[in-house]
């Protein structure tokens, strides 16, 4: 979806972002981060962390059987998934994000990419036919959806699981609640993605909200030239491991493991959990 934003109808994200945005005027676009526009920008960030991917390839190394990637995106974990010599189902709901994990995979080697099966369905709701040794839910993706689009998830993934498969998905914690710079409401960051090149990320989050609003811009310096800013938005659930670890459990998913990785924000800790079924 794209708006454009205008200061008639000042549509604009809560917060500080919005203030910013509006001092842009008519010439700010505002984009969903999943779109055609947004899709780009999120796999350039997605791409620059690589602390997700070596510990999923490390879990994924001691399990046996195929793969089922989901909410692949562009393909993030996907292709060195792939390059472990598995076969990998890459379910994504978003055509844009399957078009670029699409040519990512015509660029790849022919054996690598006869491997992958990308599939356009809902996490949600899906229906394969078959079972693997692991599914993959990882970039905090659990988090686009709601209370029972999750239980949605799991009632799926415990269908899909081969005995003695494992489920790996990630969602984040807080760094210190404690904290009261990391409680701050909003969050005004520069980021670098993998291609280097540099975006303003502002975090929305009253305490106690139970999302987060993200709002992607380019760096003041080059806003305040451009003649059109592209900017892009998202909301994004707050859900705590233990929350997912009680959830999980009433799917009959136990947990097994918590990976803790390193802090990816000033209040945010990605946690990878692993679960099997009971």
């Given at each position: 979806m794209t708006t454009t934003v205008t200061a008639a109808t000042r549509q604009y994200p809560p917060g500080l972002a919005g203030?910013?945005?509006?001092?842009?005027?008519?010439?700010?676009?505002?984009?969903?981060?999943?779109?055609?526009?947004?899709?780009?920008?999120?796999?350039?960030?997605?791409?620059?962390?690589?602390?997700?991917?070596r510990e999923v390839l490390r879990v994924a190394r001691a399990v046996t059987g195929p793969v089922l990637?989901?909410?692949?995106?562009?393909?993030?974990?996907?292709?060195?998934?792939?390059?472990?010599?598995?076969?990998?189902?890459?379910?994504?709901?978003?055509?844009?994000?399957?078009?670029?994990?699409?040519?990512?995979?015509?660029?790849?080697?022919?054996?690598?990419?006869?491997?992958?099966?990308?599939?356009?369905?809902?996490?949600?709701?899906?229906?394969?036919?078959?079972?693997?040794?692991?599914?993959?839910?990882?970039?905090?993706?659990?988090?686009?959806?709601?209370?029972?689009?999750?239980?949605?998830?799991?009632?799926?993934?415990?269908?899909?699981?081969?005995?003695?498969g494992r489920f790996l998905l990630s969602?984040?914690?807080?760094?210190?609640?404690?904290?009261?710079s990391a409680r701050a409401t909003d969050l005004d960051i520069e980021g670098q993605g993998a291609s280097g090149r540099r975006y303003r990320m502002i975090e929305h989050w009253p305490e106690g909200a139970?999302?987060?609003?993200?709002?992607?811009?380019?760096?003041?310096?080059?806003?305040?030239?451009?003649?059109?800013?592209?900017?892009l938005t998202t909301s994004i659930r707050v859900l705590p491991a233990q929350r997912l670890e009680r959830e999980l459990a009433d799917a009959g998913l136990r947990i097994t493991a918590r990976h803790t990785l390193p802090a990816s924000g000033p209040r945010h800790r990605d946690v990878l959990l692993e679960a099997e079924g009971v």
């Open positions: 203030e910013v945005l509006a001092g842009y005027g008519d010439r700010v676009v505002l984009h969903d981060l999943y779109d055609a526009v947004g899709a780009p920008v999120y796999h350039d960030l997605a791409a620059a962390d690589t602390s997700e991917i990637e989901l909410a692949s995106g562009s393909g993030r974990l996907t292709l060195p998934l792939l390059a472990l010599g598995r076969g990998v189902t890459a379910l994504e709901l978003k055509a844009e994000m399957l078009d670029l994990l699409r040519e990512r995979l015509a660029a790849a080697p022919a054996g690598l990419r006869a491997r992958c099966v990308p599939v356009q369905g809902d996490m949600a709701a899906f229906e394969l036919g078959r079972t693997f040794g692991l599914v993959v839910l990882g970039t905090t993706s659990v988090s686009l959806l709601d209370d029972a689009g999750r239980a949605g998830l799991f009632a799926s993934v415990r269908a899909h699981l081969a005995p003695g969602t984040v914690d807080m760094v210190d609640p404690e904290d009261e139970p999302a987060r609003r993200v709002t992607i811009l380019p760096p003041a310096a080059e806003a305040a030239t451009a003649d059109r800013i592209e900017v």
